[in-house]
């Protein structure tokens, strides 16, 4: 991070330091520091400050300014002329992030903050790799080779990249077309070594070596169809006769640019969180303390429910990348007033015409009141929620730009009674700028609902698969004995790498590629 000042309001023979402090529950710690900058009111300070950014974390920042008279740069002999409180995240989603220095509740000038990912430009490795006359290792058939891709690290030693599928029984295997991003290849150093091995399988998990190639991302670039590596296994090189152990054949290879998720957030795309929550008759009467929508007591004493806090845990990390903080959210599985039908989608404020809230209070407050309002019913149906979000990011799809992403958070308490309906909306909705998080409240059996969750294989119905995986799912009875940022960070950690990954494969660019050029 750059960081500047402007317009400190103190003597004119001022010194800054600034010091930026990353905030935990009960421990202060230091992150970085920047240079003292002498005489001057509106410093920009050179010395950047690093620090790791995770997405699925709100992570609390104070930046301090000081004006320093002691040689030794003592901060404790200095005085304290302004500080800063925000989140990292807000800082990532702004192109140029200022505020005022506040100083005893007064406004004493600006800071501005500018954030830039390290590590150079991504790029993304698209290999279509066959082997050719490979060595036969197995006593009674052929062998059952596959490739693994390392990376050299500073010490010269090698880490896994990436490893392809096993082709059984075969000396000229064709390997399923597989995408590598040169940052987990060679750490973007286009002349750093990239090893590739080539194995016979062995059920045991004693795999045989057949020989081993190196090569670099500056060679990959200009490599045409049918550029090939001779195999080498290192105890026969030398020996007389030998030549190679079979041959890697090069069937196609491209290297595209990759943008990354801050990337496009810097960008000006919007991630636009949309709330789905279960009034269904199963969460019990929400006037009864065992109910799932208990929300008793006083409003200075009561405890939240199960659904109140998955609310705040994930939606507190995802208001920092959303501008106008304005959250549709929609209940279902309730009979309404005054006629009593059942609603599978119905704003939580009451309004059918604008189910906006203004930020997560809003959304809470919202609740609040509708559950004192609606009668809990059912059955459980999430199909038109999601398919109503999906028509937002249908629209959002056509402007053919990356400019909006939307986060569906569904919270219910069981099984869903429109199971094949939702998998077949949800199927739909891959091939859109949209993830979806569910969060199983209460202590109901789940399993049904992994399905969605399809970390292994792609969601399928019939003869329908999904493009990708878009769903996170997560029982909130796992995080009921450690904080709640731990729950945010299981089901947010993913979305970075969807949204990404989207843009890219659209090949939509950062909307204000202009900032990542100037900086």
């Known amino acids: 991070m750059s960081l500047k000042s402007c317009g400190i309001k103190l003597d004119v023979w001022c010194l800054c330091d600034i010091t930026l402090i990353l905030i935990h529950k009960i421990l202060f710690s230091q992150i970085g520091r920047t240079e003292r900058i002498d005489d001057n009111l509106n410093p920009k300070f050179h010395k950047q400050i690093v620090m790791d950014y995770h997405f699925e974390e709100v992570q609390k920042l104070v930046f301090k300014v000081f004006d320093i008279d002691d040689n030794n740069n003592d901060i404790s002999q200095a005085d304290f002329l302004g500080k800063l409180e925000c989140t990292l995240g807000q800082v990532v989603s702004s192109t140029n992030f200022t505020r005022a220095l506040d100083y005893n509740g007064r406004d004493y000038g600006t800071i501005t903050i500018h954030a830039q990912e390290q590590g150079g430009e991504q790029q993304s490795v698209h290999l279509s790799l066959k082997g050719v006359k490979l060595d036969k290792k197995d006593w009674f058939g052929k062998s059952d080779p596959f490739l693994e891709f390392h990376r050299q690290l500073l010490d010269g030693s090698y880490a896994l990249a990436h490893r392809t599928e096993v082709k059984m029984k075969t000396l000229n295997p064709s390997w399923k077309p597989m995408k590598i991003n040169s940052r987990r290849l060679c750490n973007n150093n286009p002349d750093g070594v990239i090893k590739v091995e080539c194995y016979d399988w062995n059920k045991s998990g004693s795999h045989d070596l057949i020989g081993v190639f190196t090569t670099t991302l500056a060679e990959l670039e200009g490599v045409s ?200 909306t949800i199927i739909e909705a891959s091939e859109l700028p949209m993830s979806i998080i569910i969060i199983g409240v209460g202590d109901a059996d789940f399993d049904d609902m992994e399905r969605l969750d399809s970390d292994d294989k792609l969601l399928s119905i019939g003869s329908r698969v999904a493009k990708r995986d878009i769903v996170q799912f997560v029982p909130f009875r796992e995080f009921k004995n450690v904080p709640l940022s731990k729950l945010a960070a299981s089901v947010l950690e993913e979305l970075p790498g969807q949204i990404s990954e989207y843009f890219n494969e659209k090949r939509f660019q950062p909307l204000n590629l202009a900032h990542f050029h100037n900086h």
């Open 225 to 424: 169809a049918g550029k090939s590596w001779a195999l080498v296994h290192p105890s026969k090189k030398g020996k007389r006769g030998y030549r190679h152990s079979g041959e890697i054949i090069a069937e196609n290879i491209q290297i595209k640019r990759e943008y990354s998720f801050i990337e496009y957030i810097q960008g000006g795309c919007e991630l636009n969180f949309v709330v789905g929550i279960d009034f269904t008759g199963s969460n019990g009467n929400p006037q009864d303390p065992s109910s799932l929508h208990y929300i008793g007591g006083s409003r200075a004493y009561r405890n939240p429910n199960q659904y109140v806090e998955a609310l705040k845990a994930v939606g507190q990390v995802v208001q920092d990348y959303d501008s106008d903080q304005l959250y549709p959210a929609f209940g279902f599985g309730a009979r309404l007033p005054p006629t009593w039908n059942v609603s599978h989608q119905f704003s939580l404020n009451g309004d059918p015409h604008n189910p906006d809230c203004q930020g997560i209070q809003g959304i809470l407050t919202a609740y609040e009141q509708c559950i004192n309002t609606v009668q809990l019913y059912g059955p459980t149906n999430a199909s038109p929620i999601i398919g109503n979000v999906a028509r937002m990011a249908r629209e959002a799809l056509h402007q053919q730009q990356a400019s909006n992403y939307y986060i569906l958070l569904m919270l219910t308490d069981g099984i869903l009674t429109d199971m094949d309906q939702t998998i077949h």
